[in-house]
Each structure stands twice: as C-alpha cells, then as structure tokens.
C-alpha cells in the first residue's frame, strides 16, 4: 500500500514542477499557395486599417470624378462664369488634396514591407500630377484636354487602388 503512495507522490510532484504551454504565434494561411505562414496579428490589423484607408482614397477618387465632371460642364458653356468656375475648382482642388492626405495617412499605415506600398506609391505620382494639371485649369475651352486627362487619371487611380487593396490583404 505504502508503494503506491510513494509512486502516486513522486507523480504528482514531477507533473506541477512541468513547465507550462508555451506562446503561439497567430498563424494566417497563405490564399496563394495554400502554405500556412506565421504572421503576426498586428500585422493583419494593420492590412485591415490599410484597406480601409485605401476605401477611404476610392471614396475621395470617386468625388474627384464628380468634380471634374462639374469642372466640365461649367468650362463646356459658351459663357463661363467665372464665380461658378472658381468654386468649383475651389472644391476640386480640396477634394484633390483630401485623397493626398488619405494617400499619405496609408502609405504611413502600410511602412515599407506591405505589399501595397509600391501601387501606393504610383498613386502618389500620380495624385502629384493630378494635382498640378488641377492647378492649371484657367476656365476656358482650353482645360478641357486636361481635363480629359484628369477623368483617365481618375479611372486609373481607382483600378491602382483596388489592386493595392488586394495587396494589402494578401496572407490574411
């Protein structure tokens, strides 16, 4: 009898002296090559703002289409008037630095490593040409070649953020 006690003693004082479980890691599997990665937490956190923000730079991108559009119809009349042509370049230029600023918050967001950052960075140039053609615009039939420039810079701003959207989700 004294055995078994003896034995069921040094059992349990071997199995409290046991460490215990160690910390995983967040694991996210890899929708590319179905491998499942280890990735941090805060990283798939961070993809999320990210996609947000770059919602957030589609949303502005879609506003600037509209402002054109009001640019143009304005600057298309036989008679433009220059108080209504002001106000709406006024709004279009605010819009335009709306998505700049959102642009910036995102690359801020993605760091260097994300997926994302170098379609971010093409938008960038591109939001800095866009711009410049913006601040150019004078009023007259003579806009409306930059003006068709801007509504393809637009377009293509959109489909560049749609993929860097993608990008940044890529493994979560």
Not at 68 to 96: C, E, R, S, Y
Not at 106 to 113: E, R, S, T
Not at 151 to 172: M, R, S, V
């Amino acid at each position: 009898m004294r055995y078994t006690q003896l034995v069921l003693s040094l059992f349990f004082a071997f199995a409290i002296a046991l460490p215990g479980p160690a910390q995983v890691d967040a694991v996210a599997s890899d929708h590319f090559s179905g491998t499942v990665s280890k990735v941090a937490a805060v990283d798939c956190t961070n993809a999320k703002s990210l996609a947000d923000g770059i919602d957030k730079n589609i949303a502005a991108q879609k506003q600037e289409q509209t402002d054109v559009a009001a640019v143009k119809d304005i600057v298309n009349k036989d008679n433009v008037n220059t108080n209504q042509f002001d106000q709406a370049k006024k709004k279009f230029l605010a819009t335009i630095q709306s998505g700049i600023d959102i642009r910036k918050n995102n690359q801020q967001i993605a760091g260097a490593n994300n997926a994302a950052s170098a379609g971010l960075a093409k938008v960038a140039d591109a939001q800095a040409k866009e711009l410049a053609l913006a601040q150019g615009l004078k009023g007259n039939k003579g806009d409306l070649d930059a003006i068709s420039q801007l509504e393809t810079d637009f377009a293509g701003g959109i489909k560049q953020n749609e993929q860097n959207k993608q990008d940044a989700l890529k493994g979560c």
